[in-house]
């Protein structure tokens, strides 16, 4: 794989931030400096700074992320996660949820594991509390467990449920960038609050708005095990 996307797997640093290391000439590879997008194997001997590729330890949080938070590890971006958490370790966001939402979203710095719960193949389940702006009837329950036309796009089957009059829970296979949102408009209704309550096996049962808990190694074990 490319370095800086095996630094970034490997928990030491940010794709970013790993092409900035590698055009200041920190990186060896086999005795030879790195350059930028270069492709190398475990085997090889990489060094940073001549020294070998730190051992960091793996981090696995669940965050119940509040609204007006964004998504991204870009610290150039106002109101970002990293900076929200101001945690001490390199940890990046797994996928996104959008800056209007609030809910679960898995923090980590081990990039192998967010590649397999990211990628979109493996039909893995995000569960949501969605509320609208009106009252709905099955006309509106139907087309959004069975597909909705979102510009092109036609959305997977999903599961749908009523909770009340305005507000259900959806389980979405698929990721598409404001998709819930996207799909009650296409329906003629807007979305007003959206909170993701599970990924997977992880649930923010017990974690409050904007707080965060390191996942306990059973379900650690049970999420490596689904993916």
């Known amino acids: 794989m490319r ?30 400096k790195c350059i930028p997008g270069q492709w190398v194997e475990l085997e090889d001997n990489i060094l940073i700074d001549g020294e070998p590729i730190p051992v960091t330890e793996k981090v696995y949080i669940a965050l119940n992320k509040p609204v007006g938070i964004t998504c991204t590890a870009a610290k150039e971006i106002k109101d970002n996660i990293i900076d929200f958490m101001n945690y001490d370790k390199y940890i990046f966001p797994v996928g996104r949820l959008d ?13 192998e594991l967010a590649n397999k719960i990211l990628e979109s193949d493996n039909m ?3 569960e949501y509390v969605v509320t609208v702006d009106r009252s709905y009837d099955d006309q509106f329950l139907g087309p959004m467990a069975s597909g909705v036309d979102i510009g092109g796009v036609i959305t997977r089957e999903c599961t749908v449920k009523r909770i009340s009059e305005d507000t259900f829970s959806i389980v979405l296979t698929q990721g598409l ?9 296409a329906l ?18 017990g974690i409050k708005n904007g707080e965060w808990r390191y996942l306990a190694e059973d379900e650690l074990q049970a999420l490596k095990s689904i993916i």
């Open 188 to 205: 003629g209704y807007t979305v007003i609050k959206l909170i993701r309550i599970r990924i997977l096996n992880i649930n923010i049962n």
């Open 124 to 126: 893995h389940e995000k």
């Open 3 to 32: 370095i800086n996307k095996l630094l970034s797997n490997l928990g030491f640093c940010s794709r970013k931030e790993a092409n900035r290391i590698i055009e200041e000439g920190r990186i060896t590879v086999n005795g030879i």
């Open 99 to 111: 800056k209007e939402s609030q809910g679960l979203i898995l923090m980590t710095n081990d990039g």
């Open 177 to 185: 960038n404001r998709q819930i949102r996207r799909m009650s408009r």
